[in-house]
């Protein structure tokens, strides 16, 4: 069975860090492109991040270039998403979702972590 | 980026219905739109990708259809357990992959 679980959550002053983990099992990691994906009530669903199998490829939504960096180590069978320089408006919650299809749609997600950026 | 717009926002249902939602892309997105369904208080599951496959284990009560900018989601006969609210998502032009609003179902 395909298990996705995000730790590394909670409350965080403006401007500092945060690392999320996502720890994957039931498949075999290194074959499958990761994302992560944020939610909250107002924006709704927005992709974050992915990365390629190896590691080799990652992207960005623009919003978060230079300040977020997505990793996965696949000895591990884990990705994770440093998040620097927290702003308010990254409060939400981060799902871990794996890519179905090359370049494509999530097949697997998460429970969620949630972030929440306030002093 | 390309813009994922959905109609409409919500729906009153009834067990039983068929329902129809649509999704609509800022620019031509070929087939590679996925649908999915959220529950509340779970994460969201794939239910449709490329247009109209049905993922692993989905009812064929759900079908999607479409291509280009246009794209449908049906439930031909509406389960109390389909209740949820469902996103849309285009994965033809990334980064970045971008959602829709999403569609709520709601009971009458």
Known sequence: EVQLVESGGGLVQPGRSLKLSCAASGFTFSNYGMAWVRQTPTKGLEWVASISTGGGNTYYRDSVKGRFTISRDNAKNTQYLQMDSLRSEDTATYYCARHGGYGGYLDYWGQGVMVTVSS | ?108
């Open chain 2, 1 to 108: 980026d390309i813009v994922m717009t959905q109609s409409p926002t919500s729906m009153s249902i009834s067990v039983g219905d068929r329902v129809t939602m649509n999704c609509k892309a800022s620019q031509n997105v070929g087939s590679n739109v996925d649908w999915y369904q959220q529950k509340t208080g779970q994460s969201p599951k794939l239910l449709i990708y490329k247009a109209s496959n049905r993922y692993t284990g989905v009812p064929d009560r759900f079908t999607g259809s479409g291509s280009g900018t246009d794209f449908t989601f049906t439930i031909s006969n509406m389960q109390a357990e389909d209740l949820a609210v469902y996103y849309c998502m285009q994965s033809n032009s990334y980064p970045p992959w971008t959602f829709g609003g999403g569609t709520k179902l709601e009971l009458k």
